[in-house]
């Protein structure tokens, strides 16, 4: 799985990928090279008092584009952040945001430590303090800059950064809307901890209500039994894996994590395996299933869908020759390099694009943030006015029955489904899902329509930067 010495980095791997979709637009090369640069990056290195000593951090936060304001962003905590790895990330946000229209210019930041070598109490520690550094410069603020979890993090971390805010900011009446992924209990949606997965999710039926696609990645049918594999099951790949196999009849036949595979032609049992590694923190041991220890050849295996979901990077030019999937949805960020790119287009694997296929998170960070700003849940207006005037229907057509000389009555199960209002939770789905759908026709849209357009990531591209380039044109630049 380890890339060639000449495999581009992550960032260079994003500008090569850039550069392939402008190279087929017309736009001045000024403004090319304005929307390519990341606009800044700031890099802080911070002292804790941790177990009688003092232990130094190196934390980032990377604003690739403001042409639209607050810029958004996750942050990750994992030992392999750099600058330039945060700033690849970034650049995709601001394409991600522009792809999936919410209304947010691009952001990333990354702190180097491994979250697993420390107890709680000592994560909220170096957690706050690298928040008080970037909220003390506007890099953490409800107009400016707005974080989000990413791989590392999650709830927890965000309900501390919001709470580090507050803390700094009393007076702000929307103290909460400076950092999304928060839980319910603090200010969080209903929704937001399976949106990456749930995205994949709509995603993939988009992909599948689409027969011409379907034919292009060499299948047809539906989701329904079609054999997928997924790497890393924390909070990406455990919701997609999950979702796709309970409700869409997929068959996941291959889990890969940090410490090996499991396979299992006949189906693995999702949740099981997610219990055996919150209890033992890896795959190894689980019985049910083929133990693999050399994990990445389980990317090479047979199967109809490949969910990377963990790392950048793990599908490059030393693997893509091997990948037998039929279609690659990028649940990570940057899971196939520039090169493997190039490799598998040939091969005719269809590849889903990072840049659309997780955009579910920050769909769902977006509608956060706007339930943050209004000071209401979604629905709570209108939920019981919707069940009332549903109930009204549902009487008449009752009576109508009753009096009538037809006997007919209402289909199983109609009236309960009928009668129930959108809770936030439904609302939340249902916006995901038409941002997921009217995103992928977008792009699908250029993929057919051009010639000179071969993938759906090129295609992502000529819409997000014409996105933005429109929003750079109206400034006046
Ligand atoms: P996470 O930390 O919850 O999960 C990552 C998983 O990958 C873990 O289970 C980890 O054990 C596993 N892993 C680590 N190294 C591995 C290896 N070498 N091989 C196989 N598995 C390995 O992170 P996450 O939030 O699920 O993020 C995963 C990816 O999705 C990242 O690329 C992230 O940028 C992207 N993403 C996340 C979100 C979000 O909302 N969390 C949104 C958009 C994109």
């Not at 890969?256 to 219990?275: N, Q, T």
């Not at 091997?322 to 493997?340: C, R």
Request: aromatic letters at 8%; glycine letters at 10%; hydrophobic letters at 40%.
């Amino acid at each position: 799985m380890s890339a060639p010495d000449n495999e581009p980095s992550f960032r260079e791997s994003v500008d090569l990928m850039f550069n392939r979709a402008v190279a087929l637009m017309d736009l001045s090369p000024g403004l090319e090279e304005k929307i390519r640069v990341c606009n800044s990056t700031y890099t802080v290195r911070f002292g804790v008092r941790l177990r009688g000593g003092i232990q130094t951090f190196t934390g980032y936060r990377s604003v690739h584009s403001e042409h639209v304001e607050p810029v958004k962003g996750g942050i990750r905590f994992s030992l392999g952040v750099s600058q330039d790895e945060v700033e690849a990330l970034a650049a995709l946000m601001t394409f991600k945001c522009a792809l999936v229209e919410t209304p947010f210019g691009g952001s990333k930041g990354g702190l180097c430590i491994d979250p697993r070598q420390y107890d709680a109490e000592e994560m909220e520690r170096i957690t706050r303090r690298f928040a008080y550094e970037l909220a003390k410069r506007d890099l953490i603020d409800p107009a400016q800059n707005v974080p989000a979890p990413d791989m590392g993090t999650g709830e927890r971390e965000m309900a501390w950064i919001a709470d580090q805010y507050r803390r700094m900011n009393t007076s702000d009446i929307n103290a909460a809307a400076c950092v999304t992924g928060k839980p319910i209990n603090a200010g969080g949606i209903q929704g937001r901890t399976e949106a990456t997965g749930r995205g994949v999710q709509y995603a993939l039926r988009e992909f599948f209500r689409h027969s011409e696609d379907v034919q292009k990645a060499g299948m047809e049918g539906s989701l329904d039994g079609k054999k997928v594999i997924v790497q890393g099951l924390g909070n990406v790949g455990y919701h997609a894996a999950k979702f796709v196999s309970e409700e869409d009849g997929a068959k996941v036949v291959g889990i890969i994590e940090h410490d090996g595979a499991l396979v299992d032609h006949d189906g693995l049992d999702v949740e099981a395996v997610r219990g055996w590694i919150a209890k033992h923190g890896g795959v190894q041991g689980y019985a049910d299933a083929e133990y693999v220890e050399d994990g990445g050849k389980v990317l090479e295996e047979e199967c109809h869908i490949l969910i990377p979901a963990a790392l950048e990077g793990v599908i490059n030019q030393g693997n893509a020759d091997n990948i037998k999937a039929n279609l690659i949805i990028e649940a990570a960020n940057g899971p196939v390099t520039f090169g493997a790119d190039d490799i598998l287009r040939k091969k005719g694997v269809v590849i889903i694009p990072d840049m659309y296929a997780n955009a579910g998170g920050v769909t769902v960070s977006y509608f956060e943030w706007v339930k943050n700003l209004s000071h209401i849940r979604f629905g709570r207006m209108q939920r019981r006015q919707e069940e009332a005037r549903h109930q009204l229907l549902v009487d008449e057509l009752e009576r109508i029955s009753r009096d009538s000389s037809i006997n007919w009555t209402l289909s199983p199960g109609f009236k309960d489904k009928y009668l129930k209002g959108a809770g936030e939770l439904e609302l939340v789905r249902s916006g995901l899902d038409d941002t997921m759908r009217q995103s992928y026709q977008a792009m699908r849209q250029v993929w057919l329509d051009r010639d000179d357009v071969e993938d759906l990531r090129t295609a992502a591209y000529i819409v997000a930067i014409g996105r933005v380039a429109l929003s750079y044109q109206s400034k006046g630049l």
